[in-house]
């Protein structure tokens, strides 16, 4: 018999497909890869999307914390080179909730994104892509999300931009930034977890050539917001130059989301 699985983050696009196939796949099991290192607004998501699903969602966990397998890798952090955090806290979870049962795998990639990602390559094992098999774009999950009541995650309201670990590498510095604001003590455990590996592997930090000491400097903290801030602007400026017939023919873009695990980040 085959096992219908979608896995859930605490992102926006997992949670919408949940919704979108609810009634579509009663059969559906939902399962969420908890690392014990997510934003306490995740786990409040994923018990506010439990209770419009009206189904339990399972959660995994790693049989070792990631300071296990921090020590294992030799204090070296995880990257976008070496994503062992993917593969040990998630995947591996993953991978053993299934077995060799023949399953199919729903992944919430939209049609309007070319990402690709950490994907079980188990034979047993088989990814389908909804949203792009029925050409769902962003616009469209966040009208899914809003109709079922449950809206955007909340992270994203001081400007976290997807799930995952609070100190995933895929962050951008503004984030970081927010981060600090937001949950001083997350970021001191990031710090924590740098220094640790500062001792091992000089000059290589979570987030490009600067320590999370330099950056929470008061003037660096202000110099990543006021770049991000024009930015901003710039952007702004030019979604309102563009001529009315660029803007109803879809040439006016919405913003682009950043790089991410797939099996992190939906």
């Known amino acids: 018999m085959t096992r219908h699985i979608l896995s859930l983050s605490g992102g926006k ?10 009634d579509r796949v009663p059969e559906m099991e939902y399962i969420f890869h908890d690392t014990g290192k997510e934003l306490p607004e995740t786990y409040d998501y994923m018990a506010r999307l439990e209770s419009i699903l009206g189904r339990p969602v399972t959660r995994t966990t790693p049989e070792d914390p990631f300071e ?46 070319k990402r690709t990602g950490y994907i079980s390559t188990k034979p047993n094992i088989t990814a389908v892509y909804p949203f792009q098999e029925d050409g769902l774009v962003r616009a ?96 702004r400026a030019r979604r309102e130059n563009l001529p009315l017939s660029a803007v109803i023919g879809g040439a006016e873009f919405e913003e682009e989301e950043p790089e991410g695990c797939l099996i992190c980040s939906l």
């Open 68 to 113: 296990h397998w921090l020590a294992v890798y030799g204090d070296m952090l995880p990257s976008n080179h070496r994503r062992w955090c993917t593969k040990m806290l998630k995947l591996k979870p993953f991978e053993a909730y299934i077995g060799d049962d023949p399953t199919i795998n729903y992944v919430g990639l939209r049609a309007d994104e």
């Open 140 to 235: 469209d999950v966040i009208r899914i999300l809003e109709d079922s009541g449950l809206g955007l995650p909340p992270y994203m309201e001081w400007g976290r931009s997807r799930s995952g670990c609070f100190f995933c590498f895929y962050q951008q510095k503004i984030e970081w930034v927010r981060l600090k604001r937001q949950h001083p003590d997350l970021f001191e455990r990031a710090k924590e977890y740098e220094e640790r590996s500062a001792a091992v592997s000089q000059n290589f930090t979570w987030c490009g050539n600067e320590s999370l000491t330099e950056l929470e400097r008061p003037e660096r903290l202000k110099q990543i917001e006021d770049n991000w801030n024009a930015a901003q602007e710039r952007k």
């Open 13 to 22: 696009d997992s949670a919408a497909l949940a919704v979108y196939l609810r």
